[in-house]
């Protein structure tokens, strides 16, 4: 029989989401908990890498910051946007490697991986699936209760969260 996932021992009524924008340069993610159908923000940030680095070591970079939020926060899942298509080859590859040490993460924390298009995430947060990053960045706060700017990359991190929840 296969051990029972972290997330089973937790409270049913009450969940948290670590949403994650993945990217080879910067990783947004951002915590939301929901309870009693409220929507509450725990925390949100960037992954910033250095350039400078290898692309090995700045995955392994990504990797060791999302393992320290997995670790502290305990989330009941972690939600991310699919892959898209790309013109660029090496963007979309990138940021495929990226995704694989978000999902690795996540397996390695025995936590529940979930998966929506950038539309799905719009919709569910906007209501309009080509809205812009500005349109997300302002709902997301408005949602949370937020004051002042978020940075792009941790908006659309919190608002995966928003989609899964």
């Not at 910067?26 to 290898?54: C, D, F, K, M, Y």
Request: proline share 3%; charged share 20%.
């Amino acid at each position: 029989m296969a051990p029972m996932p972290k997330s089973s021992a937790r409270r049913l009524d009450r969940e948290i989401v670590l949403g994650i924008d993945p990217g080879s340069i910067v990783t947004g993610w951002g915590l939301v908990e929901v309870e009693a159908n409220q929507l509450r923000h725990l925390s949100h940030g960037t992954i910033a890498t250095p350039t400078s680095l290898g692309l090995a070591l700045r995955l392994s970079q990504i990797y060791r910051e999302l393992h320290k939020i997995i670790e502290h926060y305990q989330p009941t899942a972690v939600s991310l946007e699919k892959v898209f298509f790309s013109r660029n080859v090496q963007s979309a590859l990138k940021l495929g490697q990226a995704r694989g040490v978000a999902l690795l993460a996540a397996a390695e924390g025995e936590i529940g991986v979930a998966e929506y298009s950038a539309a799905e995430v719009k919709v569910a947060v906007v209501g309009y699936g080509q809205a812009t990053k500005e349109q997300v960045q302002r709902m997301v706060g408005a949602l949370l209760c937020l004051r002042g700017s978020i940075r792009a990359d941790a908006a659309d991190a919190l608002a995966a969260a928003i989609c899964h929840i």
